[in-house]
């Protein structure tokens, strides 16, 4: 148990030794511009004293005197790297917005152009189609230029979180009638039964033919019958 705890503790100190080296180095480098000169300066003095403090007062200290100063040096780095993160990945989340509000403008551009993939559509839905996917492009444009005119320094007015719930909340509205399925078409019954009856009754109507050319055979055997019968009267003239 104590080789335990002294390994948490250790570990708990290499921690802080190594978010000082970490952040030391990317102040002036990958997060230099989403910093401004003067809290960069601040941060990099605390960690300057955070790095001498480690290598005298700080040599020997319980756990929890490491994590309570991480979290006091996370403070002020957390919202830096945060900052990049979203610029890094704020145009791919617009651009995924961007690209279903098209698709959703192309179905109602091929709606009015009376394609028949889209003709069992209500107009009504069609015309709700068109009112969001306009006012989810006023949306992104306006966000945009909002961004466009912040600094990199400073929190970003529109996060990727904000555009990710826009876009799902676009597609959860828009896409079960854009992908709304035909309706089948059903044959009425009456026209169904005969489907199913024609080729009975065909045969039925096959089988009364054929017993009437058996009666016309038979017809036709009576007077060969009866000339036989006459014979006789040619034989006394």
Known sequence: MQDKLEKERNDAK????????????KLHGLLEKYVSESDRDA?????????????????DQPKQVYIDKLSDLKKLGQPIQERYTEAELRPKAFEEMGKQIQQYMKFVEAYKMKEEQYEHIDEADVTKVDKLACE???????????????????????????????TKELFSACN?????????VELPKEDAAAEQNGPVNGQEQGQKEGT?????????????SETTEKKPDMDQD
Request: aromatic share 8%; glycine share 4%.
């Open 176 to 184: 079960p009638i854009v992908t709304k399925p035909k309706p089948k």
């Open 212 to 224: 009437g050319e058996g009666a016309t055979e038979s017809a036709d055997a009576d007077p060969a």
């Open 136 to 166: 989810a492009m006023m949306w992104m444009n306006s966000s945009m230029n909002q961004q466009n005119k912040l600094n990199l320094s400073v929190d970003p007015a529109i996060k990727i979180k904000d555009i990710q719930a826009k």
């Open 14 to 25: 290499n921690n802080v030794e190594e978010y000082v080296y970490d952040m030391r180095d």
């Open 43 to 59: 941060f990099s003095l605390k960690l300057e004293d955070t790095e001498n403090w480690l290598y005298e007062d700080g040599e």
